[in-house]
Protein backbone atom coordinates (compact mmCIF):
# COMPACT_ATOMS: atom_id res chain seq x y z
CA UNK A 1 0.00 0.00 0.00
CA UNK A 2 1.22 3.66 -0.95
CA UNK A 3 1.41 6.25 1.95
CA UNK A 4 -1.72 7.99 2.69
CA UNK A 5 -3.74 5.46 1.11
CA UNK A 6 -6.74 4.33 2.46
CA UNK A 7 -7.21 1.42 3.48
CA UNK A 8 -11.16 1.26 1.97
CA UNK A 9 -9.20 1.62 -1.60
CA UNK A 10 -7.32 -1.54 -1.18
CA UNK A 11 -9.19 -4.21 -2.71
CA UNK A 12 -12.47 -2.70 -2.48
CA UNK A 13 -14.99 -5.51 -4.30
CA UNK A 14 -15.65 -4.34 -7.32
CA UNK A 15 -19.63 -5.33 -8.43
CA UNK A 16 -19.78 -7.00 -11.53
CA UNK A 17 -21.85 -6.55 -13.93
CA UNK A 18 -22.58 -10.44 -14.60
CA UNK A 19 -22.58 -11.11 -11.35
CA UNK A 20 -26.15 -12.04 -9.64
CA UNK A 21 -27.09 -9.17 -7.29
CA UNK A 22 -29.35 -10.96 -5.37
CA UNK A 23 -32.18 -13.62 -5.03
CA UNK A 24 -34.88 -11.52 -6.87
CA UNK A 25 -32.08 -11.70 -9.91
CA UNK A 26 -32.62 -15.53 -9.96
CA UNK A 27 -36.87 -15.23 -9.78
CA UNK A 28 -36.94 -12.91 -12.80
CA UNK A 29 -34.43 -14.55 -14.85
CA UNK A 30 -32.39 -11.81 -15.06
CA UNK A 31 -28.74 -13.26 -14.94
CA UNK A 32 -27.11 -13.77 -17.81
CA UNK A 33 -27.74 -17.57 -16.79
CA UNK A 34 -31.18 -17.18 -18.56
CA UNK A 35 -29.39 -16.96 -22.11
CA UNK A 36 -27.85 -20.08 -21.84
CA UNK A 37 -29.97 -23.04 -23.74
CA UNK A 38 -30.39 -25.08 -19.88
CA UNK A 39 -31.84 -21.88 -18.70
CA UNK A 40 -34.21 -21.31 -21.41
CA UNK A 41 -35.14 -25.10 -21.30
CA UNK A 42 -35.85 -24.99 -17.56
CA UNK A 43 -38.15 -21.72 -18.35
CA UNK A 44 -40.40 -23.62 -20.61
CA UNK A 45 -40.19 -26.78 -18.68
CA UNK A 46 -41.75 -24.54 -15.61
CA UNK A 47 -44.31 -23.42 -18.18
CA UNK A 48 -45.59 -26.95 -18.83
CA UNK A 49 -45.47 -27.77 -14.73
CA UNK A 50 -46.80 -25.03 -13.63
CA UNK A 51 -49.89 -26.03 -16.18
CA UNK A 52 -49.72 -29.65 -14.96
CA UNK A 53 -49.87 -28.47 -11.54
CA UNK A 54 -52.86 -26.29 -12.01
CA UNK A 55 -54.67 -29.15 -13.46
CA UNK A 56 -53.46 -31.83 -10.76
CA UNK A 57 -54.51 -29.12 -7.90
CA UNK A 58 -57.87 -28.29 -9.98
CA UNK A 59 -58.54 -32.54 -9.82
CA UNK A 60 -57.76 -32.79 -6.50
CA UNK A 61 -60.21 -29.70 -6.10
CA UNK A 62 -63.06 -31.70 -7.68
CA UNK A 63 -61.89 -34.78 -5.95
CA UNK A 64 -61.73 -33.57 -2.39
CA UNK A 65 -63.30 -30.13 -1.95
CA UNK A 66 -65.96 -30.35 -4.41
CA UNK A 67 -65.04 -27.04 -6.61
CA UNK A 68 -64.20 -26.99 -10.18
CA UNK A 69 -61.24 -24.15 -9.89
CA UNK A 70 -59.80 -25.29 -13.30
CA UNK A 71 -59.96 -21.80 -14.89
CA UNK A 72 -58.71 -19.77 -11.72
CA UNK A 73 -55.79 -21.76 -11.48
CA UNK A 74 -55.28 -22.46 -15.34
CA UNK A 75 -54.45 -18.71 -15.35
CA UNK A 76 -52.07 -18.25 -12.73
CA UNK A 77 -50.16 -21.27 -13.85
CA UNK A 78 -50.28 -18.80 -17.34
CA UNK A 79 -49.24 -15.42 -14.99
CA UNK A 80 -46.85 -17.95 -13.33
CA UNK A 81 -45.17 -19.37 -16.24
CA UNK A 82 -45.01 -15.87 -17.96
CA UNK A 83 -43.58 -13.92 -15.20
CA UNK A 84 -41.36 -16.61 -14.35
CA UNK A 85 -40.32 -17.58 -18.14
CA UNK A 86 -41.33 -14.57 -20.78
CA UNK A 87 -43.70 -14.51 -23.66
CA UNK A 88 -42.88 -17.69 -24.88
CA UNK A 89 -43.39 -19.78 -22.41
CA UNK A 90 -46.61 -18.19 -21.26
CA UNK A 91 -47.85 -18.60 -25.00
CA UNK A 92 -46.77 -22.33 -24.41
CA UNK A 93 -48.78 -22.69 -20.97
CA UNK A 94 -51.98 -20.93 -22.52
CA UNK A 95 -51.71 -23.49 -25.47
CA UNK A 96 -51.66 -26.18 -22.85
CA UNK A 97 -54.43 -24.78 -20.90
CA UNK A 98 -56.12 -24.35 -23.74
CA UNK A 99 -55.98 -27.94 -24.38
CA UNK A 100 -56.20 -29.10 -20.52
CA UNK A 101 -59.76 -26.71 -20.59
CA UNK A 102 -61.01 -28.53 -23.62
CA UNK A 103 -60.47 -31.57 -22.36
CA UNK A 104 -61.40 -31.81 -18.55
CA UNK A 105 -63.56 -28.82 -18.40
CA UNK A 106 -65.57 -28.26 -21.66
CA UNK A 107 -68.50 -31.08 -22.50
CA UNK A 108 -68.17 -33.14 -23.45
CA UNK A 109 -65.63 -33.72 -20.58
CA UNK A 110 -62.60 -36.08 -21.24
CA UNK A 111 -62.77 -35.38 -25.31
CA UNK A 112 -60.77 -33.17 -27.29
CA UNK A 113 -64.63 -33.18 -29.62
CA UNK A 114 -65.80 -29.54 -29.58
CA UNK A 115 -69.36 -28.75 -28.79
CA UNK A 116 -70.44 -25.70 -30.56
CA UNK A 117 -71.90 -24.52 -27.52
CA UNK A 118 -68.89 -24.33 -26.00
CA UNK A 119 -67.26 -22.29 -28.06
CA UNK A 120 -67.36 -18.58 -26.74
CA UNK A 121 -66.90 -20.53 -23.55
CA UNK A 122 -63.17 -21.74 -24.52
CA UNK A 123 -62.57 -18.68 -26.65
CA UNK A 124 -63.34 -16.57 -23.56
CA UNK A 125 -61.27 -18.68 -21.74
CA UNK A 126 -58.35 -18.34 -24.40
CA UNK A 127 -58.98 -14.37 -25.01
CA UNK A 128 -59.03 -14.25 -20.69
CA UNK A 129 -55.33 -16.66 -20.44
CA UNK A 130 -53.81 -14.43 -24.04
CA UNK A 131 -54.80 -10.80 -21.93
CA UNK A 132 -52.95 -12.68 -18.55
CA UNK A 133 -49.96 -13.40 -20.65
CA UNK A 134 -49.87 -10.37 -22.05
CA UNK A 135 -50.15 -8.37 -18.64
CA UNK A 136 -47.32 -10.75 -16.90
CA UNK A 137 -45.14 -10.84 -20.08
CA UNK A 138 -45.21 -7.05 -20.07
CA UNK A 139 -44.50 -6.83 -16.48
CA UNK A 140 -42.12 -8.98 -16.40
CA UNK A 141 -40.77 -6.99 -19.61
CA UNK A 142 -40.71 -4.02 -17.71
CA UNK A 143 -39.25 -5.11 -14.37
CA UNK A 144 -36.58 -6.37 -16.70
CA UNK A 145 -35.52 -3.33 -18.55
CA UNK A 146 -35.70 -1.92 -14.89
CA UNK A 147 -33.50 -3.93 -13.82
CA UNK A 148 -30.89 -3.49 -16.82
CA UNK A 149 -31.30 0.13 -16.14
CA UNK A 150 -30.20 -0.50 -12.03
CA UNK A 151 -27.55 -2.80 -13.15
CA UNK A 152 -26.30 0.18 -16.27
CA UNK A 153 -26.41 2.65 -13.15
CA UNK A 154 -24.76 0.53 -10.76
CA UNK A 155 -22.05 -0.16 -13.14
CA UNK A 156 -21.62 3.53 -13.71
CA UNK A 157 -21.07 4.49 -9.98
CA UNK A 158 -18.60 1.27 -9.96
CA UNK A 159 -16.42 2.76 -13.03
CA UNK A 160 -17.09 6.47 -11.43
CA UNK A 161 -15.44 4.98 -8.08
CA UNK A 162 -13.02 3.27 -9.59
CA UNK A 163 -11.97 6.37 -11.49
CA UNK A 164 -11.65 8.47 -8.71
CA UNK A 165 -9.64 5.83 -6.64
CA UNK A 166 -7.27 5.62 -9.73
CA UNK A 167 -7.03 10.02 -9.79
CA UNK A 168 -6.79 9.94 -6.04
CA UNK A 169 -4.01 7.29 -6.22
CA UNK A 170 -2.43 8.75 -8.64
CA UNK A 171 -2.80 12.33 -7.36
CA UNK A 172 -1.02 11.06 -4.12
CA UNK A 173 1.85 9.38 -6.18
CA UNK A 174 2.48 12.86 -7.76
CA UNK A 175 2.09 14.65 -4.31
CA UNK A 176 5.04 12.08 -3.20
CA UNK A 177 7.14 12.52 -6.18
CA UNK A 178 7.02 15.81 -5.68
CA UNK A 179 7.90 15.68 -2.16
CA UNK A 180 10.55 13.60 -3.11
CA UNK A 181 12.29 15.14 -5.90
CA UNK A 182 11.91 18.89 -4.18
CA UNK A 183 10.08 20.29 -6.62
CA UNK A 184 6.03 21.81 -6.54
CA UNK A 185 4.50 22.60 -9.91
CA UNK A 186 2.55 26.18 -10.26
CA UNK A 187 0.43 27.96 -12.93
CA UNK A 188 0.03 31.01 -13.20
CA UNK A 189 -2.76 33.07 -15.56
CA UNK A 190 -1.75 36.32 -16.57
CA UNK A 191 -4.62 37.83 -17.68
CA UNK A 192 -6.33 36.98 -14.34
CA UNK A 193 -3.13 37.24 -12.04
CA UNK A 194 -4.36 33.84 -10.47
CA UNK A 195 -1.74 31.39 -8.98
CA UNK A 196 -2.22 28.05 -7.97
CA UNK A 197 0.39 25.94 -6.05
CA UNK A 198 0.86 22.09 -5.30
CA UNK A 199 0.97 21.45 -1.85
CA UNK A 200 5.06 20.82 -2.42
CA UNK A 201 5.36 24.35 -3.46
CA UNK A 202 3.71 25.93 -0.49
CA UNK A 203 6.16 23.83 1.39
CA UNK A 204 9.11 25.17 -0.40
CA UNK A 205 7.96 29.01 0.12
CA UNK A 206 7.00 27.48 3.80
CA UNK A 207 3.21 29.18 3.39
CA UNK A 208 0.02 28.60 4.53
CA UNK A 209 -1.80 26.07 2.18
CA UNK A 210 -5.18 27.96 3.44
CA UNK A 211 -3.78 31.17 1.54
CA UNK A 212 -4.02 32.09 -2.01
CA UNK A 213 -0.60 32.93 -3.35
CA UNK A 214 0.25 36.20 -5.14
CA UNK A 215 3.02 37.47 -7.58
CA UNK A 216 3.48 39.87 -4.37
CA UNK A 217 4.03 37.01 -2.09
CA UNK A 218 6.56 35.66 -4.45
CA UNK A 219 8.54 38.65 -5.17
CA UNK A 220 8.84 39.31 -1.05
CA UNK A 221 9.98 35.55 -0.71
CA UNK A 222 12.52 36.41 -2.86
CA UNK A 223 16.00 37.64 -1.65
CA UNK A 224 16.87 41.42 -1.89
CA UNK A 225 19.47 41.02 -4.01
CA UNK A 226 17.45 38.56 -6.50
CA UNK A 227 14.35 40.54 -6.38
CA UNK A 228 14.84 42.97 -8.71
CA UNK A 229 15.87 40.09 -11.42
CA UNK A 230 13.11 38.17 -11.07
CA UNK A 231 10.74 40.51 -11.17
CA UNK A 232 12.06 41.63 -14.81
CA UNK A 233 12.18 37.90 -15.58
CA UNK A 234 8.42 37.59 -14.61
CA UNK A 235 7.39 40.85 -15.99
CA UNK A 236 9.40 39.81 -19.89
CA UNK A 237 7.43 36.32 -19.60
CA UNK A 238 4.30 37.96 -19.21
CA UNK A 239 4.83 41.07 -21.84
CA UNK A 240 6.48 38.35 -24.59
CA UNK A 241 4.84 34.96 -23.38
CA UNK A 242 8.51 33.32 -23.33
CA UNK A 243 9.24 30.00 -21.33
CA UNK A 244 11.54 30.96 -18.45
CA UNK A 245 14.30 29.08 -16.72
CA UNK A 246 15.97 30.68 -14.05
CA UNK A 247 17.77 30.44 -10.32
CA UNK A 248 17.27 32.30 -7.06
CA UNK A 249 17.27 32.55 -3.50
CA UNK A 250 14.06 33.04 -0.88
CA UNK A 251 14.61 34.22 2.50
CA UNK A 252 12.36 32.65 5.03
CA UNK A 253 10.68 34.07 7.72
CA UNK A 254 12.92 32.71 10.04
CA UNK A 255 16.29 34.22 8.17
CA UNK A 256 16.81 30.79 6.17
CA UNK A 257 17.87 31.02 2.86
CA UNK A 258 16.67 28.46 0.43
CA UNK A 259 18.04 27.91 -3.50
CA UNK A 260 15.21 27.44 -6.34
CA UNK A 261 15.10 27.06 -9.66
CA UNK A 262 11.41 27.53 -11.11
CA UNK A 263 11.01 27.47 -14.85
CA UNK A 264 7.77 27.40 -16.64
CA UNK A 265 6.11 26.76 -20.14
CA UNK A 266 4.17 29.49 -21.45
CA UNK A 267 0.58 28.50 -22.69
CA UNK A 268 -0.81 31.02 -24.79
CA UNK A 269 -4.39 29.80 -25.91
CA UNK A 270 -5.36 28.94 -22.39
CA UNK A 271 -8.96 29.69 -22.16
CA UNK A 272 -8.07 32.57 -19.55
CA UNK A 273 -5.38 33.91 -22.35
CA UNK A 274 -1.80 33.51 -21.44
CA UNK A 275 -0.91 30.74 -18.85
CA UNK A 276 2.08 29.25 -17.42
CA UNK A 277 2.84 25.65 -16.25
CA UNK A 278 5.71 25.16 -14.41
CA UNK A 279 7.83 23.70 -11.46
CA UNK A 280 9.64 25.20 -8.91
CA UNK A 281 12.71 22.98 -7.66
CA UNK A 282 14.33 22.77 -3.83
CA UNK A 283 18.11 22.91 -4.85
CA UNK A 284 19.11 24.24 -0.94
CA UNK A 285 20.64 20.46 -0.26
CA UNK A 286 22.24 20.46 -3.82
CA UNK A 287 23.77 23.39 -3.49
CA UNK A 288 25.02 22.59 0.35
CA UNK A 289 26.41 19.62 -0.89
CA UNK A 290 28.24 21.16 -3.66
CA UNK A 291 29.46 23.58 -1.01
CA UNK A 292 31.02 21.12 1.02
CA UNK A 293 32.65 19.64 -2.31
CA UNK A 294 34.17 22.48 -3.41
CA UNK A 295 35.51 23.09 0.48
CA UNK A 296 36.98 19.88 -0.16
CA UNK A 297 38.65 20.20 -2.86
CA UNK A 298 40.18 23.68 -2.02
CA UNK A 299 41.47 22.28 1.35
CA UNK A 300 42.53 19.06 -0.91
CA UNK A 301 44.23 21.59 -3.86
CA UNK A 302 46.10 23.43 -0.38
CA UNK A 303 47.22 20.63 1.22
CA UNK A 304 48.75 19.56 -1.99
CA UNK A 305 50.20 22.78 -2.35
CA UNK A 306 51.79 22.68 1.31
CA UNK A 307 53.42 19.27 0.34
CA UNK A 308 55.32 20.66 -3.36
CA UNK A 309 56.38 23.81 -0.99
CA UNK A 310 57.65 21.54 1.36
CA UNK A 311 59.66 19.60 -1.85
CA UNK A 312 60.60 23.01 -2.67
CA UNK A 313 62.07 23.97 0.85
CA UNK A 314 65.53 23.90 0.43
CA UNK A 315 65.43 25.98 -2.67
CA UNK A 316 63.00 28.25 -1.25
CA UNK A 317 66.13 29.11 1.29
CA UNK A 318 68.51 29.12 -1.33
CA UNK A 319 66.11 32.04 -2.82
CA UNK A 320 65.59 33.88 0.32
CA UNK A 321 69.55 33.26 1.47
CA UNK A 322 70.97 34.49 -1.40
CA UNK A 323 69.66 38.38 -0.74
CA UNK A 324 70.45 37.56 2.66
CA UNK A 325 74.32 37.06 1.79
CA UNK A 326 73.59 40.21 -0.48
CA UNK A 327 72.18 42.13 2.16
CA UNK A 328 75.17 41.40 4.92
CA UNK A 329 77.79 41.94 2.45
CA UNK A 330 76.42 45.72 1.01
CA UNK A 331 76.28 46.52 4.59
CA UNK A 332 79.35 45.68 5.66
CA UNK A 333 81.29 48.03 2.26
CA UNK A 334 78.65 50.18 3.54
CA UNK A 335 80.05 50.60 6.92
CA UNK A 336 83.45 50.50 5.56
CA UNK A 337 82.66 52.78 2.99
CA UNK A 338 81.00 55.40 6.16
CA UNK A 339 84.11 54.66 7.92
CA UNK A 340 86.10 57.04 5.64
CA UNK A 341 84.00 60.00 6.18
CA UNK A 342 82.25 62.48 3.68
CA UNK A 343 84.57 60.66 0.63
CA UNK A 344 82.60 57.62 0.83
CA UNK A 345 78.78 58.82 1.46
CA UNK A 346 78.09 58.31 -2.44
CA UNK A 347 79.41 54.98 -2.87
CA UNK A 348 77.57 54.32 1.03
CA UNK A 349 74.41 55.44 -0.37
CA UNK A 350 75.33 53.06 -3.38
CA UNK A 351 75.81 49.80 -0.96
CA UNK A 352 72.29 51.22 1.00
CA UNK A 353 70.06 50.76 -2.34
CA UNK A 354 71.42 47.37 -3.02
CA UNK A 355 70.46 46.52 0.29
CA UNK A 356 66.93 47.97 -0.04
CA UNK A 357 66.80 46.03 -3.48
CA UNK A 358 68.17 42.74 -1.94
CA UNK A 359 65.57 43.21 1.15
CA UNK A 360 62.57 43.40 -1.34
CA UNK A 361 63.77 40.23 -3.29
CA UNK A 362 64.15 38.18 -0.33
CA UNK A 363 60.23 39.88 1.01
CA UNK A 364 58.97 38.65 -2.52
CA UNK A 365 60.27 35.11 -2.07
CA UNK A 366 58.70 34.97 1.42
CA UNK A 367 55.69 36.73 0.11
CA UNK A 368 55.30 34.21 -2.40
CA UNK A 369 55.67 31.48 -0.70
CA UNK A 370 53.80 32.96 2.36
CA UNK A 371 50.57 33.58 -0.46
CA UNK A 372 51.36 29.55 -1.99
CA UNK A 373 51.03 28.20 1.83
CA UNK A 374 47.86 30.34 3.00
CA UNK A 375 44.30 28.94 2.65
CA UNK A 376 42.69 31.42 1.08
CA UNK A 377 38.87 31.61 -1.07
CA UNK A 378 39.45 31.73 -4.77
CA UNK A 379 40.54 35.50 -6.09
CA UNK A 380 40.13 36.06 -9.57
CA UNK A 381 42.10 38.92 -10.44
CA UNK A 382 43.58 40.04 -14.46
CA UNK A 383 47.06 39.56 -14.77
CA UNK A 384 49.75 38.37 -17.56
CA UNK A 385 50.32 34.21 -17.64
CA UNK A 386 54.14 35.06 -18.15
CA UNK A 387 54.70 36.66 -14.69
CA UNK A 388 53.01 33.71 -13.11
CA UNK A 389 56.03 31.63 -15.14
CA UNK A 390 58.90 34.05 -14.31
CA UNK A 391 57.14 33.59 -10.76
CA UNK A 392 57.09 29.75 -10.66
CA UNK A 393 60.71 30.04 -12.57
CA UNK A 394 62.05 32.43 -9.47
CA UNK A 395 60.76 29.93 -6.85
CA UNK A 396 62.27 26.37 -8.88
CA UNK A 397 65.44 28.02 -9.66
CA UNK A 398 67.65 26.30 -7.20
CA UNK A 399 65.62 23.02 -7.78
CA UNK A 400 66.52 23.03 -11.74
CA UNK A 401 69.71 23.64 -10.96
CA UNK A 402 70.22 21.59 -8.38
CA UNK A 403 69.20 19.02 -10.20
CA UNK A 404 71.09 19.66 -13.30
CA UNK A 405 68.30 20.97 -15.82
CA UNK A 406 68.16 23.69 -17.81
CA UNK A 407 64.97 25.43 -18.29
CA UNK A 408 64.38 27.42 -21.28
CA UNK A 409 61.62 29.64 -21.59
CA UNK A 410 59.49 31.05 -24.70
CA UNK A 411 57.11 33.57 -23.15
CA UNK A 412 55.00 35.14 -26.22
CA UNK A 413 56.17 39.11 -26.23
CA UNK A 414 53.10 40.87 -25.86
CA UNK A 415 50.85 40.35 -22.88
CA UNK A 416 48.89 37.36 -21.78
CA UNK A 417 45.88 38.85 -19.76
CA UNK A 418 43.58 36.51 -17.89
CA UNK A 419 41.02 36.46 -14.92
CA UNK A 420 42.24 34.00 -12.83
CA UNK A 421 42.97 32.59 -9.14
CA UNK A 422 46.70 33.66 -9.15
CA UNK A 423 47.82 31.22 -6.64
CA UNK A 424 46.08 28.39 -8.38
CA UNK A 425 47.48 29.20 -11.44
CA UNK A 426 51.07 29.29 -9.92
CA UNK A 427 50.17 25.68 -8.28
CA UNK A 428 49.41 24.86 -11.34
CA UNK A 429 52.91 25.53 -13.19
CA UNK A 430 54.97 24.69 -10.25
CA UNK A 431 53.31 21.10 -10.16
CA UNK A 432 54.06 20.71 -13.67
CA UNK A 433 57.78 21.84 -14.01
CA UNK A 434 57.96 19.45 -10.50
CA UNK A 435 56.59 16.46 -12.75
CA UNK A 436 58.80 17.39 -15.45
CA UNK A 437 61.97 17.29 -13.22
CA UNK A 438 61.23 14.07 -11.75
CA UNK A 439 60.63 12.97 -14.98
CA UNK A 440 63.84 13.61 -16.12
CA UNK A 441 65.46 12.66 -13.31
CA UNK A 442 66.71 9.03 -14.35
CA UNK A 443 67.87 10.63 -17.45
CA UNK A 444 71.36 10.60 -17.88
CA UNK A 445 71.87 9.90 -21.95
CA UNK A 446 70.95 13.12 -22.90
CA UNK A 447 70.65 16.87 -21.78
CA UNK A 448 68.44 17.51 -19.14
CA UNK A 449 65.94 20.18 -20.98
CA UNK A 450 62.76 21.79 -19.73
CA UNK A 451 60.86 24.05 -22.13
CA UNK A 452 58.10 26.76 -21.07
CA UNK A 453 56.64 28.27 -24.21
CA UNK A 454 53.57 30.57 -23.92
CA UNK A 455 51.22 32.26 -27.18
CA UNK A 456 47.92 32.95 -28.15
CA UNK A 457 46.09 30.32 -29.77
CA UNK A 458 44.98 30.49 -33.60
CA UNK A 459 41.58 32.64 -33.04
CA UNK A 460 43.72 35.16 -30.11
CA UNK A 461 40.97 33.46 -27.96
CA UNK A 462 43.32 31.72 -25.67
CA UNK A 463 46.16 31.75 -23.93
CA UNK A 464 48.08 28.65 -24.33
CA UNK A 465 51.10 27.37 -21.85
CA UNK A 466 52.91 24.57 -22.83
CA UNK A 467 55.80 22.75 -20.67
CA UNK A 468 57.91 20.27 -22.52
CA UNK A 469 60.45 17.50 -20.68
CA UNK A 470 62.52 14.88 -22.42
CA UNK A 471 62.01 12.74 -19.37
CA UNK A 472 60.95 9.14 -19.37
CA UNK A 473 57.55 10.04 -20.70
CA UNK A 474 54.75 7.85 -20.51
CA UNK A 475 53.25 4.53 -22.10
CA UNK A 476 50.06 4.82 -23.48
CA UNK A 477 48.71 2.35 -20.96
CA UNK A 478 49.08 5.20 -18.86
CA UNK A 479 47.92 8.22 -20.53
CA UNK A 480 44.75 7.72 -20.04
CA UNK A 481 45.06 7.77 -16.20
CA UNK A 482 47.47 10.70 -15.79
CA UNK A 483 44.46 12.75 -14.16
CA UNK A 484 42.71 10.36 -12.38
CA UNK A 485 43.07 10.81 -8.84
CA UNK A 486 45.63 8.74 -6.86
CA UNK A 487 47.19 7.42 -10.13
CA UNK A 488 51.00 7.52 -9.52
CA UNK A 489 53.95 5.16 -10.41
CA UNK A 490 55.78 6.95 -8.17
CA UNK A 491 57.17 5.02 -4.49
CA UNK A 492 56.26 8.44 -2.73
CA UNK A 493 53.58 10.06 -5.11
CA UNK A 494 50.48 10.83 -4.02
CA UNK A 495 48.73 10.92 -7.30
CA UNK A 496 46.84 14.25 -6.66
CA UNK A 497 48.76 16.73 -9.04
CA UNK A 498 47.71 16.33 -11.95
CA UNK A 499 43.48 15.66 -11.33
CA UNK A 500 44.17 19.00 -9.00
CA UNK A 501 45.77 20.67 -11.86
CA UNK A 502 43.23 19.84 -14.36
CA UNK A 503 39.90 20.90 -12.10
CA UNK A 504 41.71 24.22 -11.65
CA UNK A 505 42.00 24.61 -15.29
CA UNK A 506 38.53 23.35 -16.32
CA UNK A 507 37.39 25.90 -13.19
CA UNK A 508 38.82 28.54 -15.21
CA UNK A 509 37.03 27.56 -18.45
CA UNK A 510 40.79 26.29 -19.80
CA UNK A 511 41.86 22.56 -20.60
CA UNK A 512 44.78 20.88 -19.49
CA UNK A 513 45.85 17.83 -21.77
CA UNK A 514 49.21 15.83 -21.93
CA UNK A 515 50.62 13.86 -25.02
CA UNK A 516 53.93 11.59 -25.20
CA UNK A 517 56.79 13.87 -27.54
CA UNK A 518 57.85 12.44 -31.23
CA UNK A 519 61.18 12.25 -29.00
CA UNK A 520 61.38 11.11 -25.67
CA UNK A 521 59.41 12.78 -23.17
CA UNK A 522 55.96 14.34 -22.53
CA UNK A 523 53.85 17.67 -23.56
CA UNK A 524 51.69 18.97 -20.99
CA UNK A 525 49.31 21.90 -22.01
CA UNK A 526 46.79 24.33 -20.90
CA UNK A 527 44.62 26.38 -22.04
CA UNK A 528 43.09 29.74 -20.45
CA UNK A 529 40.41 32.27 -21.88
CA UNK A 530 42.32 35.36 -22.54
CA UNK A 531 40.57 38.58 -21.28
CA UNK A 532 37.66 39.78 -23.44
CA UNK A 533 38.78 43.38 -24.07
CA UNK A 534 42.72 42.92 -23.58
CA UNK A 535 42.40 39.66 -26.12
CA UNK A 536 40.28 41.58 -28.75
CA UNK A 537 42.74 44.68 -28.23
CA UNK A 538 45.76 42.78 -29.09
P1 LIG B 1 52.39 12.31 -8.51
O1 LIG B 1 53.38 13.29 -9.04
O2 LIG B 1 52.19 12.39 -7.01
O3 LIG B 1 52.62 10.90 -8.98
P2 LIG B 1 50.61 13.51 -10.40
O4 LIG B 1 49.13 13.50 -10.48
O5 LIG B 1 51.31 14.80 -10.47
O6 LIG B 1 50.96 12.74 -9.08
O7 LIG B 1 51.16 12.59 -11.56
C1 LIG B 1 50.56 11.34 -11.81
C2 LIG B 1 51.44 10.48 -12.68
O8 LIG B 1 51.53 11.04 -13.99
C3 LIG B 1 52.87 10.41 -12.22
O9 LIG B 1 53.05 9.44 -11.21
C4 LIG B 1 53.60 10.04 -13.50
O10 LIG B 1 53.49 8.66 -13.73
C5 LIG B 1 52.79 10.72 -14.57
N1 LIG B 1 53.41 11.99 -15.00
C6 LIG B 1 53.13 13.23 -14.58
N2 LIG B 1 53.92 14.12 -15.21
C7 LIG B 1 54.74 13.45 -16.02
C8 LIG B 1 55.78 13.81 -16.94
N3 LIG B 1 56.15 15.08 -17.12
N4 LIG B 1 56.37 12.81 -17.62
C9 LIG B 1 56.02 11.53 -17.46
N5 LIG B 1 55.03 11.12 -16.62
C10 LIG B 1 54.40 12.06 -15.90
Not at 64 to 72: F, G, H, K, Q, T
Not at 97 to 115: Q, R, T, W
Not at 362 to 382: C, F, H, P, Q, Y
Request: aromatic share 8%; net charge negative; with cysteine.
Amino acid sequence: MYPGQRSSDKGAPALSVNAPRGPSDWRLGLTDIDQTPWATFSRYAVAILSVVAALFASKASVEYLNIEPYVSLFLCAIMFAAWFGGLGPGLVSTALAGLAFEYFVASPMNSFEIDAHQIPRLSLFVITALFVNWIAAAQRKATRSLELSRRDLLAGLERQKRTEARLMRSEMYLAEAQRLSQTGSFGWTVTTGDISWSEQTYRIFECDPATTPTLEFVLQRMHPEDREFVQQILEQASRDGVDFDHEARLVMPGGAVKYIRALAHAVKDGPDGLEFIGAVTDLTAAKQAEAALNDAHADLAHATRVITLGELTSSIAHEVNQPLAAIMSNGEACLRWLDRGAAGLEQARRSVEWIVKDVSRAADVIGRVRALARKTDSERSLFDVNEVVNEARMLMRRELSSKQITLRTELATDPLIVRADRVQLQQVVINLVMNGIEAMQPVTDRPRELLIRSQRSFDADQAILIMADCGVGFSDEHAERLFTAFFTTKSTGLGLGLSICRSIVEAHGGKLSACRNAGPGATFQFTLPLHEDVGRAQ
